[in-house]
DNA sequence: AGATCGGCCTGGACGC
DNA sequence: TGCGTCCAGGCCGATC
């Protein structure tokens, strides 16, 4: 489940092996989540840049090409010493100069959209999304607003994309721990969004100097996985004592994701 | 307009 | 063994 550190861990690998190569040809199954892929054809790529999920290709002619990678999306490279061959799951393959990109992803939730740069109003997330929360966009008093602006309970928030870029359920999870925030808290003081603010900067920089999550499918340009899984201390670990306190962490499902906190740390 | 919910998609885990 | 059911998850569009 790529989130930011994932996705820019992917971006460091690929930007090199796409900047300035021509797209000489685009295969791509039909499917709802790509859009005017075809365009890509025959233009060249400039700077490989990653807003929160979302990698942003500049192409010529005033295009841009935008790819979220979903659940299971990754990019791979025929012909390298990986030994990456395509499969059943490719779906969508890009020609360039010099190599072969493909675009797999099984279960099909990755997106793919040629648009006038910048232009993202087929991309309700994208257009919308907060700052990048390592960068100096990312400022506490103005996250604690965000914070405010919504009575949703706060993990449901932050998936939104909206008070910040990049977050998704397992950082979620591992910031509102270390932050001792309790995920269905409608209602995040000053002094705790700051903590919080400061928890999503550490978890997220902490995973990308890993990075990212390796479950399954989750893996990098050159096939390796990420190497954080290990490090996690709340996704994932329901039942297993929390490592502050030792009470079991619990299982509960918000907004209709899992979610596992400490019911004691996390107390509203 | 903001919040909520179901659909998308597939493989794997699980129960019988 | 084989079948059915459920789950995971980000995002989007429909609906409340």
Redesign the pocket.
């Known amino acids: ?1 790529p ?1 930011l550190p994932e996705v820019e861990s992917v971006r460091r690998q690929l930007a090199p092996r796409v900047e300035g190569r021509r797209i000489v040809a685009v295969t791509a199954t039909p ?2 989540r790509f859009v005017a892929v075809d365009a890509a054809a025959g233009r060249r790529v400039g700077a490989v840049r990653r807003r ?3 990698l942003l290709a500049e192409l010529d002619d005033g295009l841009e090409l935008v790819a ?1 990678l ?2 299971t999306g990754s990019f791979r490279f025929r012909g390298g010493s990986d030994g990456w061959q395509p499969d ?1 799951y490719v779906r969508a393959s890009f020609t360039l100069d010099d190599a072969v990109m493909d675009f797999r992803d ?4 990755g ?1 793919l959209a040629v648009v006038p740069a910048g232009d993202y109003r ?5 257009a919308a999304l907060g700052p990048e929360p390592l960068s100096d966009d990312f400022d506490p008093d103005r996250f604690a607003l965000a914070l405010a602006a ?4 706060v993990k ?1 928030w932050l ?1 939104t ?1 909206r008070p910040v870029a990049g977050v ?3 950082y979620a999870d591992e910031a509102l721990w270390r932050a001792r925030v309790n995920p269905a808290a409608r209602r995040v003081g000053r002094a705790r969004a700051r903590v919080l603010w400061a928890a999503i900067r550490e978890v997220l920089a902490e995973a990308i100097e890993r990075e990212g999550t390796t479950f ?1 499918d989750y893996r990098m340009v050159n096939g390796e996985s990420g190497r954080n899984a290990d490090f996690l201390v709340a ?2 670990q329901a039942g297993r004592p929390c490592p502050r306190c030792g009470t079991p962490l619990r299982r509960t ?1 918000l ?4 979610t596992t906190s400490c019911p004691v740390c996390q107390r509203r």
Do not use: D
């Not at 099984?106 to 939730?109: A, L, P």
């Not at 087929?122 to 994208?126: E, F, P």
């Not at 919504?150 to 309970?153: G, H, T």
């Not at 907004?255 to 899992?258: A, H, T």
């Open positions: 489940m989130e499917q709802a929160g999920k979302y979220h979903g659940m059943a099984v279960r099909r939730f997106t087929g991309l309700a997330t994208l919504s009575r949703m309970p449901p998936l994309q998704g359920n397992i399954r996704y994932g499902v907004g209709g994701r899992g």
